[in-house]
């Protein structure tokens, strides 16, 4: 089922050892693979990796719905990759979820594309509500939709539902998620065909994502993450998963109150357990000072870079 014969021209980054950034930090935990020739030759199976990253549940899950989607979209030749915490080797059943990009070499039509919409809801029926299906979190389109930006049919699955968009473009962070820690499950990989994204993108996405939190950050652990992550990106222009990157933030003394982003982590750690513990529950509701605190110190070092010259 799965398959890895085609990947990209980047040296590929998946589950298993340690992540580098420029410094030499590890910013994650990551698998290396062999390149030759330009091309990058995955030591393992996407099916091993998936069951290592989300169990044998979650492994079947997965190959479940990328058999239903290769078959429904065989005519279009579809290419399927995986990314974020499944890839990247910080899955947590409870609070992650399976992100994945899937693209086709030819338009997709409207009647195939509403049939596509509430697919995930449809497996999680048919397999006796497997939580695993409403976990997918990603988008459907024709290649030259997505990485051009054109105008067509995207079938769109999110935290808050799914639809159909006229136009959607990959943010920057998506984009630097793939590239480095993507995982072909079956088709082509098509990372040869997306640039990394520039300074001046990676620092807008961070602005819009400080903007998020100023406006909706409260009684929420992965806010603290989300920070975190915006600032090691900000610092270092890569990627880290959401736990390196509070660890990182704690390593360099960036978080106000400490003791907070410590707790965080543990969450993040086993939140199914710790999430239904109501202790835990009363305590989200009093973090909504120290979310905006530790914004205060994203603010501050966005503001640097500003005026360092660098333009957001």
């Given at each position: 089922m799965f398959s890895v014969e085609f990947v990209s021209l980047f040296t590929e980054?998946?589950?298993g050892g340690s992540v580098w950034d420029a410094g030499g930090k590890n910013a994650?935990?990551?698998?290396?693979?062999?390149?030759?020739?330009?091309?990058?030759?995955a030591e393992r199976s996407a099916a091993e990796f998936c069951f290592e990253a989300v169990g044998e549940k979650g492994s079947r899950s997965i190959e479940k719905m990328s058999?239903?989607?290769?078959?429904?979209?065989?005519?279009?030749?579809?290419?399927?990759?995986l990314y974020?915490?499944?890839?990247?080797?910080?899955?947590?059943?409870?609070?992650s979820d399976i992100d994945f990009c899937?693209?086709?070499?030819?338009?997709?039509?409207?009647?195939?594309?509403?049939?596509?919409?509430?697919?995930r809801q449809q497996m999680a029926d048919e397999?006796?509500?497997?939580?695993?299906?409403?976990?997918?979190?990603?988008v459907i389109a024709a290649r030259e939709?997505?990485?051009?930006?054109?105008?067509?049919m995207v079938v769109y699955w999110g935290t808050s539902g799914q639809r159909i968009l006229s136009e959607f473009s990959l943010d920057p962070f998506t984009k630097m998620e793939l590239i480095r820690d993507g995982v072909l499950v079956f088709g082509r990989d098509f990372r040869n065909l997306l640039s990394f994204p520039s300074r001046a993108e990676v620092l807008r996405a961070i602005q819009r994502h400080y903007e998020a939190i100023r406006k909706y950050g409260a009684s929420d652990a992965g806010w603290l993450l989300d920070t975190a992550r915006c600032l090691y990106t900000l610092k270092t222009n890569q990627i880290a998963a959401k736990t390196a990157a509070g660890e990182w933030a704690l390593e360099h003394h960036l978080c106000p109150n400490p003791e907070v982003m410590k707790k965080a982590l543990e969450i993040r750690r086993n939140p199914e357990k710790?999430?239904?513990?109501?202790?835990?529950t009363k305590w989200l509701k009093t973090i909504t000072p120290q979310i905006q605190e530790f914004a205060d110190v994203l603010e501050n070092a966005l503001q640097k870079e500003m005026r360092s010259g660098s333009e957001v």
């Open positions: 980054i998946c589950s994650g935990q990551g698998r290396e693979v062999k390149v030759s020739m330009g091309i990058v030759q058999a239903r989607l290769q078959a429904m979209l065989a005519e279009y030749e579809p290419s399927m990759m974020g915490s499944v890839t990247m080797n910080d899955f947590k059943f409870g609070w899937l693209v086709t070499e030819r338009p997709i039509p409207q009647e195939l594309c509403q049939s596509l919409v509430f697919l397999n006796d509500q497997d939580p695993f299906f409403r976990l997918f979190e990603g939709t997505l990485l051009s930006a054109k105008e067509d710790l999430l239904k513990d109501e202790s835990v």
